[in-house]
């Protein structure tokens, strides 16, 4: 049954007492927990499958790579690693200090509140909540009230896995989330807007607890004219209109060099129409918009004097067509907010000493996709223009790889994680420096003499 706003401080409080048993506290219960969860993927991905495509049509195959499979392949690889993760790890002393000797001990925040967004509902929750059960807390799981299948979803596989003061499950819209921001938590981690990620940081504050964000923005997709077109119309055309250009990674405009421009949007419009074929809205292979209102609001930035591709639309179904934009300026209505949708704007540039100028003059993105052949283009890129992370011929996929550390920077998000970052985001730090009584250098004690004085000078610098 989905838990009403009253339960949350009783349920809070249920958790906090079970924290402090330490049950969650050993790595066997760590990976005997992340092991149950696995097993409920597993036996719930038809449903998963379901839920996802009730909520917005997704296709199957994009269920899988973008919310099951990357679930348990982040299970895998922490389950495989987390001994090592989680061993105390001895760094050096300066001499100064001697005799002794310095370790990093990890350990869990406690209780960690987890909020999701919609647009990946299974895995923008899951993912965080592996990481945080890698790391021996209890966790509250508050999922999108857009994607209410997945939500039900999410419910029965953590109930049926999870006691409740071990993993929580709290369904709603602001108001839960509010309920929930008024707990004192030790651990938030956010995904969703920038805006709202103002409000959970502000909540935050109250109690001086530590956040993730995970944000949004306007991630650009930089081509020049030494990159392979063809493989470059593909990469932008699936990394664009996968999930229905939904997605926060995804490739929010392109710049063009000028002398391409026109030849890499005839080759992406061909590329759309092998993907979905020229009836996308009988294709089995394309996503819907989420719901009437970020339809309407897409809706509104379809620019018909500007529009030069595609952006058909129904309104009874939530349906819009992969749309491109030509000669688009940055005073134009779509360039003001994130697009998260199926329109592609493209900007063209003469130089690319511009390109890296206009990004500069916009917030710091989530992502940067540079398609080119010229390595002094891709270290100027990679060096001018600060943003999260990105690829280099390719968009979106450097989400999937567990080695590097996944997150925003200034209004694209703080903080990161997957993989060992998940571990090391949801668990504390704790410095301890273990020293021998056996010797007493009485240097650092009163009375504090010149020779002293002198001697520490020389040790200390
Ligand atoms: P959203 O901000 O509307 O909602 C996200 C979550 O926050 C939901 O659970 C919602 O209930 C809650 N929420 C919303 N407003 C709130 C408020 N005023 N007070 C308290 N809680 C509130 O975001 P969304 O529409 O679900 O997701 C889209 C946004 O998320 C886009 O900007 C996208 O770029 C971003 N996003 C970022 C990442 C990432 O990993 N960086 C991933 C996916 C989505």
Excluded at 74 to 93: D, G
Excluded at 281 to 296: V, W
Excluded at 362 to 372: C, M, N, Q
Aim: net charge positive; hydrophobic share 40%; glycine share 6%.
């Amino acid at each position: 049954m989905a838990k009403k706003k009253s339960s949350v401080p009783k349920i809070l409080g249920e958790q906090r007492i079970y924290f402090k048993n330490g049950e969650t506290k050993s790595i066997k219960s760590r990976i005997d927990a992340l092991k149950k969860l696995k097993n409920s993927i597993l036996k719930y991905e038809d449903s998963i499958y379901q839920s996802i495509h009730d909520d917005f049509r997704k296709p199957r195959l994009e269920t899988y790579i973008s919310e099951i499979g990357i679930v348990l392949k982040e299970i895998n690889h922490v389950i495989k690693n987390l001994k090592k993760w989680s061993r105390a790890k001895r760094v050096p002393t300066p001499m100064e200090y001697f005799p002794s000797s310095s370790f990093i001990y990890y350990e869990p925040y406690g209780l960690v509140l987890i909020i999701a967004p919609w647009n990946y509902p299974f895995q923008l929750l899951m993912s965080p909540l592996i990481g945080a059960l890698s790391a021996g807390n209890v966790v509250s799981l508050k999922t999108s009230e857009f994607a209410p299948s997945t939500s039900t979803m999410i419910r029965t596989i953590i109930e049926e896995t999870f006691e409740p003061c071990y993993v929580s499950v709290f369904e709603g819209g602001i108001p839960v989330s509010r309920a929930l921001l008024n707990e004192k938590f030790d651990y938030i981690f956010y995904t969703g807007s920038s805006e709202a990620g103002r409000i959970v940081m502000e909540a935050a504050a109250k109690n001086l607890t530590p956040v993730t964000l995970e944000l949004g923005g306007k991630s650009p997709c930089i081509v020049d004219a030494t990159a392979d077109l063809e493989t470059t119309a593909r990469r932008i055309a699936w990394g664009k209109f996968f999930n229905c250009g939904q997605t926060c990674v995804a490739p929010d405009y392109i710049l063009a060099e000028k002398t391409i421009k026109t030849e890499l949007i005839e080759l992406i419009v061909k590329q759309i129409e092998v993907f979905y074929g020229k009836d996308i809205q009988n294709s089995n292979d394309y996503a819907r918009i989420i719901n009437n209102k970020h339809f309407l609001r897409l809706r509104k930035l379809l620019d018909k004097k500007k529009l030069i591709y595609g952006g058909e639309i129904d309104k009874k179904n939530n349906f819009m067509g992969p749309a491109i934009l030509d000669n688009v300026s940055l005073d134009d209505p779509v360039m003001k907010e994130e697009i998260f949708g199926p329109i592609l704007p493209v900007i063209e540039f003469e130089n690319v000493y511009d390109a890296v100028e206009l990004v500069n003059s916009l917030e710091k993105p989530l992502s940067l996709y540079l398609f080119s052949n010229n390595k002094v283009i891709e270290e100027l890129i990679i060096n001018e223009i600060p943003f999260g992370g990105g690829c280099i011929n390719d968009t979106v996929v450097h989400v999937g790889n567990p080695f590097l550390p996944f997150g925003g920077i200034g209004y694209s998000g703080i903080g990161n994680y997957h993989g060992e970052y998940s571990f090391r985001t949801f668990s504390h730090a704790k410095s301890i420096l273990k020293k021998s009584a056996s010797i007493d250098i009485s240097l650092r004690y009163p009375p504090y003499d010149e020779k002293k004085f002198d001697f520490v000078k020389k040790f200390i610098k």
